[in-house]
């Protein structure tokens, strides 16, 4: 048969999900991670260009994020070495034919940022590289931050390992079964795990894993983005620019250490795998580029692809299964899981602890209702 390990919670993925998760409870139970790659993040945290927004994704996601904020501001002691935000802007840009759009942007959001309106020669002044002529309106968030990805995702994990995590690699899950007092959980390589609660944080595959534990189906669809970075024009100083969006989400541009990072901004259905870039999206992605800035893709320096995988509404899923006892949802966090990571961890432990929401939660809008995963069904 051979060795069992058993624990108070098993968390199943080792991304920004289950390690935040990891975190929040491993102060209070014994809590094991298997994850199936080498390395924990190996997909999607891995690959995420991810930016601390407040005024990005559907309300429940807001509230999240600022719910988060106070985490990635301010880490506790020791968590990380270097700071997780950093300045950079974001500037949402429009065509003429999009300025209907931009206004609604604007509308739904004044109450929760200070939006500065930009007409034509301001979007230029603040970033030199969108093509004159192109954008005739935007909207600039001075208040969203580059967020430091492996350094939030590692300070989640050494933490959870100091307070006696187990976290183990190469552990892909082949079957779940409920046995009495919980469940008991097989892995191809590294043995079987046994504990009364299951915590699925298995990012694309989650819907295959709850399929595995019998559990209902939540509708996850995995959706590939691709991306790629170039080198800025010659001799230019790209550092203090904005990330530039496009206001339909047709594209983005942001500065990466010394290069810019391009991406379509595309969400294509896809089956969960090692996602690759697809050449299609790359061209779009040129031709979309070229023709709002002043830049020339002669040549890319490395590109990728991840999986941003939601549900119907695109709001996470978070809380027990309706159907099988003790197996819980953590999944759907789509382009918002690294934004969201401190908050969500905080309040699916709480969950899982039978404790009450925080009230620091609460008092930003955060609501259970609008995560459960009975709301998919209703």
């Known amino acids: 048969m051979g060795e069992t390990t058993r624990s108070d919670v098993i968390v199943i993925g080792g991304g920004i999900a289950g390690a935040s998760v990891a975190d929040a409870l491993s102060a209070a139970c014994r809590v094991v991670v298997l994850e199936r790659e080498p390395q924990p993040g190996y997909h999607t945290t891995g690959r995420s260009a991810a930016l601390f927004a407040p005024v990005y994704g559907p309300a429940p996601i807001r509230a999240l994020t600022r719910a988060s904020a106070a985490f990635m501001s301010n880490p506790p002691a020791g968590f990380t070495d270097s700071p997780i935000l950093t300045p950079r802007g974001a500037l949402f840009i429009a065509r003429a034919d999009q300025e209907p759009d931009l206004n609604e942007l604007h509308d739904e959001l004044r109450s929760e940022g200070n939006f500065q309106q930009l007409d034509a020669a301001g979007i230029r002044r603040l970033h030199p590289l969108v093509t004159e002529g192109y954008a005739t309106a935007g909207l600039y968030d001075e208040n969203c931050q580059d967020i430091d990805v492996a350094a939030l995702h590692q300070g989640f994990l050494k933490r959870a390992r100091a307070q006696g995590c187990s976290v183990v690699t190469g552990a892909e899950v082949t079957a779940l079964a409920q046995q009495a007092g919980g469940w008991r959980v097989q892995t191809a390589s590294a043995g079987a795990f046994e504990a009364p609660c299951v915590i699925n944080a298995a990012g694309a595959w989650a819907d295959q894993l709850g399929q595995m534990a019998g559990a209902e189906p939540i509708g996850l669809v995995p ?74 893709v002669t040549r890319i320096q490395t590109r990728w692809a991840g999986l941003r995988s939601f549900v119907a509404d695109k709001c996470p899923v978070a809380g027990f299964s309706a159907k099988v006892p003790g197996f819980f949802w953590l999944a759907g966090q789509g382009g918002y899981g690294i934004q969201t990571a401190p908050a969500l961890g905080e309040l699916a432990a709480a969950l899982v602890l039978g404790k009450p929401l925080p009230a620091s939660m609460v008092a930003e809008g955060v609501a259970l209702s609008d995560l459960a995963p009975e709301r998919l069904s209703a």
Do not use: W
């Not at 904005?242 to 990466?256: L, R």
């Not at 896809?270 to 050449?279: A, R, Y």
């Open 223 to 296: 959706k590939r983005r691709t991306a790629m970075q170039i080198n800025p024009p010659a001799d230019m100083e790209i550092g203090h620019l904005p990330i530039a969006v496009d206001v339909n989400e047709e594209f983005y541009v942001k500065p990466v250490s010394q290069q810019l990072l391009l991406s379509p901004a595309n969400e294509d259905p896809d089956l969960p795998c090692d996602v690759q870039p697809d050449e299609l999206d790359v061209a779009i992605c040129i031709d979309r580029v070229e023709r709002a800035f002043d830049l020339r």
